[in-house]
């Protein structure tokens, strides 16, 4: 049976997922969660994920799509590569992962379709810091219409964060009474350390300078 007022959130336990999480469950009646393992150096963020999910009594469902990080050579999943720290000027960081958001999007709407979930939401956004292409709202909505073509369903991806910077994100987190919750009870860190992370790889340089853009802002006010 399809539940209009439900919703899936694709979940890394990270600070742009777990305000889209909190999003969700403002804006629907039932929130459901998934979480991928890709090979991922950083997979400490799985258990940040479902220990934010099981407190809150949300559904967390756990999806195995390590072939990915296998095919597709990147810094997070291959130890040998070393991270890029700034984006290159020409190309993409090497903690681009190819492929990636479109595979978890489309795992995410089978398991969505076989939930009667055809809301689906992700934290992506074109403001971010690496400018990744399937972070891109042209493909967002691209991959929306592949997804209804594909299972002859309407699936709606929802993208909160799209046009929103870092600092941004911090402050919709805190418009939804979550920021102390997403300052210190997540993991954006690449190195896998979760809060306020390392403070040198490219996840935690970007979530640091939102933060403290955001909360100049506030104190100004």
């Known amino acids: ?14 600070q742009d997922s777990t305000t889209c999480l909190f999003w969700a469950l403002r804006n629907f009646t039932e929130v459901e969660t ?3 393992t890709y090979g991922q150096k950083h997979s400490i963020e799985v258990d940040y994920a479902c220990s934010i999910a099981e407190k809150r009594n949300i559904p967390f469902h756990l ?27 020409e190309s993409y960081p090497n903690t681009f992962v190819p492929g990636r958001n ?8 089978v398991l969505a379709r076989s939930r009667g979930i055809y809301n689906i939401v992700t934290g992506v956004s074109e403001a971010d810091y690496s400018g990744y292409p399937d972070c891109r709202d042209t493909f967002i909505r691209s991959l929306n219409v592949t997804l209804n073509l ?13 046009s929103r ?11 939804l009474g979550v920021f102390d919750l997403v300052r210190n009870e997540t993991i954006t ?5 979760p809060a306020d992370g390392c403070g ?8 640091r300078e939102g933060l403290d853009k955001y909360l100049r802002r506030r104190t100004s006010r």
């Not at 479109?102 to 709407?109: D, K, V, W």
């Not at 910077?165 to 418009?175: G, I, Q, R």
């Not at 040198?200 to 979530?207: E, G, Q, S």
Request: charged share 20%; aromatic share 8%; glycine share 4%.
């Open 1 to 14: 049976m399809k539940n209009k007022n439900a919703a899936l959130v694709c979940f890394s336990g990270g």
């Open 34 to 36: 998934v979480c991928f």
């Open 63 to 89: 999806l195995d799509v390590s072939l990915l990080g296998q095919l597709a050579p990147n810094s997070l999943t291959d130890s040998s590569i070393v991270m890029d720290n700034d984006k290159p000027d």
């Open 102 to 109: 479109l595979i978890f999007l489309t795992f995410a709407a």
């Open 150 to 162: 594909a299972m002859d369903e309407r699936f709606e991806l929802h993208t909160p964060l799209m």
């Open 165 to 175: 910077d870092k600092s941004e994100v911090w402050e919709l987190a805190d418009e």
């Open 189 to 193: 860190c690449y190195n896998g350390i």
């Open 200 to 207: 040198h790889c490219p996840a935690c340089k970007l979530r």
